[in-house]
């Protein structure tokens, strides 16, 4: 298992790619990881708080490290002790807090809380989110094709949509930002999804790993891409027709390679 510093610089490191890709302008984007039961903080003295609009009963008891809000992806190498918060939710679920000495965690904190509650019923002992604004996808998800189109249209741009993301990808309209609202939607739709765009604004990626967190973004990313460039030089979306799909549909079932 992971040792505390370990799990905070896979945070540095991930915030750096996103950073040097030129997905994370200024202070966009935010990163959190479920610590494993067994690294929960105890909660400190005179801590600052933030109020639960539902109480979050899987979570009771948990810590979670999560980028502060205004914090740039681009220095978080030189910030890693000032701006990854770690977060507590109470023992009964109803406030999360964390030391006074941090700055507020990410304004989409309500995200991260509600999305990182799916883990324990998934079994897993630790979770990661990797939110940032990718450029290509928010282009792509700006048109006013429904949702469902756009889905289609991703799974059919990139084999490795298919191969390596057994849940897909869901697109959510676009809703102001760190809202619980938008973090109950997003948390919904992660129950069946491993990547949820946020329409016009960005890309999440939720897995039991930071890594595969991140590489859900990056498939996300690269697909809308590859439809944006087939649109221009085409003057329509490609990408893999019935038959291939099927194909690539039925090798996975039945080689389990992937
Ligand atoms: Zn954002």
């Known amino acids: 298992m992971k040792n505390l510093y370990e799990i905070k ?29 067994e ?12 109020t639960l609009l539902e109480l979050v009963k899987e979570l009771a008891g948990r810590t979670i490290l999560v980028t502060a809000s205004g914090s740039r992806f681009r220095r978080m190498k030189r910030d890693i002790d000032t701006q990854i918060v ?52 928010l282009a792509l998800s700006s048109c006013d094709m429904p949702g469902e189109m756009l889905k289609e249209a991703v799974n059919r741009a990139h084999p490795e949509i298919t191969t390596l993301m057994k849940k897909g990808l869901a697109f959510l309209d676009f809703a102001p930002p760190g ?4 973090g109950t939607k997003t948390k919904n739709e992660f129950i069946r999804a491993n990547s949820v765009i946020w329409r016009k604004h960005g890309i999440l990626g939720y897995a039991n790993d930071i890594e595969m967190a991140c590489d ?20 329509s979306f490609l990408g893999l027709k019935n038959k291939e799909l099927t194909s690539l549909q039925q090798l996975i079932q039945s080689t389990n390679v992937f």
């Open 9 to 37: 610089n896979d945070i540095v490191e991930i915030a750096s790619h996103l950073a040097q890709m030129g997905w994370s302008e200024a202070n966009a984007g935010n990163i959190s990881v479920l610590l494993s039961r």
């Open 39 to 50: 690294m929960s903080f105890e909660e400190s003295d005179n801590p600052k708080s933030y």
């Open 86 to 137: 770690p977060i507590t939710i109470s023992q009964y679920g109803t406030t999360a807090t964390w030391p006074a000495e941090y700055p507020n965690p990410t304004s989409e904190i309500a995200t991260h809380i509600l999305v990182h509650s799916l883990s324990p019923e998934a079994n897993w002992n630790e979770s990661a989110i990797v939110h940032t604004h990718s450029t290509k996808m």
């Open 179 to 182: 809202t619980w609202e938008l």
């Open 216 to 235: 859900y973004v990056e498939m996300v990313e690269k697909a809308a891409e590859i439809l944006i460039l087939e649109k221009g030089a085409f003057g």
